[in-house]
């Protein structure tokens, strides 16, 4: 399996790979030895980026990056010639672009911490795009001053500056954590022998595989820009970050 340092530093922007496949069946897909992408999951999309040839500087865009068996692969542009197996490239993220998300999904989950804390809601939906994010919650009722509270006391745990922590854990140790699944439904499939943790310090812990910021002033704040009715007792939450 490839290095995938997306999971163990999400500050890691740039890394010297080496091709050790390449598919031409599905879109173009590489795969490297190591890399820096993030391919998608949790609500959380894939990142994008450029992948440079180190013997003559030639360039490919990557659209997007997937788990392929286990293996983080890289989608380039179709109909454009790829890098050959054993190429040196040098990997480069999107950095802006990953870290909105990095921000985003932060943002997201002290959004979840409080309304669980303070509500007991579970979540049954979520998305996010740089910047901007909704999540849908167990909620009967919704309204315009309930969403100005949450708003107002999610602002004030994100100012808090909490450390925010990634763990893995054995499977049995994992789920002896109360509450350590968020989500209604538990997607966490039966064979996964280790989960992956992002732990707010003093606001929130729970299962997870994105990519995070290391402190929540890093986040700025957020501000609730709609909330609708999804059902009759699921109630969607828009945000976006702002600056604070």
């Not at 812990?205 to 957020?222: C, F, K, S, Y």
């Not at 909330?227 to 828009?238: A, D, L, P, T, V």
Request: hydrophobic residues 40%.
């Amino acid at each position: 399996m490839n290095l995938q340092l997306c999971y163990t530093d999400a500050y890691a922007r740039e890394v010297e790979a080496r091709v050790v496949a390449v598919d031409l069946a599905d879109a173009t897909l590489v795969a490297l030895d190591r890399t820096v992408f993030y391919p998608g999951g949790g609500g959380q999309p894939s990142d994008r980026g450029l992948l440079l040839r180190n013997a003559d500087g030639r360039s490919w865009a990557v659209q997007a990056a997937r788990k392929l068996g286990g293996e983080i692969v890289h989608e380039l542009e179709a109909g454009v010639e790829p890098p050959s197996v054993g190429d040196g490239l040098h990997v480069d993220l999107d950095w802006a672009r990953r870290f909105a998300l990095m921000r985003t999904h932060t943002a997201l989950h002290a959004l979840c911490g409080v309304v669980w804390r303070d509500y007991g809601a579970l979540v049954t939906g979520g998305n996010m795009e740089p910047g901007a994010g909704r999540m849908d919650f167990e909620f009967e009722r919704m309204s315009g001053d309930l969403v100005d509270e949450i708003e107002a006391t999610v602002n004030a745990e994100l100012a808090q500056a909490r450390d925010v922590r990634v763990n893995v854990l054995p499977r049995d140790e994992a789920f002896a954590i109360p509450d350590l699944i968020r989500t209604k439904i538990n997607l966490l499939p039966e064979g996964i022998v280790e989960i992956r943790t992002i732990e707010i310090v003093g606001l929130d812990l729970q299962a997870d595989g994105g990519t995070h910021v290391a402190n929540t002033r890093e986040v700025g704040g957020i501000r609730v820009t709609g909330y609708e009715s999804k059902g009759r007792i699921n109630k969607r939450i828009r945000i976006v970050l702002v600056d604070e």
